[in-house]
C-alpha cells in the first residue's frame, strides 16, 4: 500500500522559483517543479468543461493570477506570445520528457532511422 501524508508536500511559495516572462522591467515567475497534479486536472477539465475553459485554467495556473493577468492586459499580447509564454511553463509543470522509440499505429515499436543514403553521383 503506498501511504500518502499532506505534510510532506511542499506549497509552490517554498519551492525554487524560476522567471518564465518578464515585462517592463517585471519578472513573474513560476515553481520549478513538475506537478502532475495540474495535468489530471487539465485532463479532467476538458472533459468536464471543454477546451476552452481548460485551456484558461490552465494557463491562469501555470503562470498564476498576476502572471496570466500581466499577459492579459499587455497591449502587444498575441496569439503567438501567449504560445511561447504558455509552452516554456508547461514544459517545466508537465515535464520536458520525449519518448526514444516511436511508436506506429499497429502497436510496433520503431527506433529512429539514420539517414544511409548517399548523394547521388557519389562513388565508393
Known sequence: MIELETKTVVDAEDMEMVPIFSIDG???SIPNKER???SYQYLLYIREK???WAESWLAEELLGKDGYQALLEY???SHE???QVTTAAREIVF???RP???SQSNGTT???RRNTRRASGSST
Open 26 to 28: 517585471v519578472v513573474y
Open 36 to 38: 502532475p497534479a495540474v
Open 50 to 52: 471543454g477546451l476552452g
Open 75 to 77: 497591449k502587444g499580447f
Open 81 to 83: 506570445l501567449f504560445d
Open 95 to 97: 515535464g520536458n520528457r
Open 100 to 102: 526514444k522509440v516511436t
Open 110 to 112: 520503431q527506433k529512429p
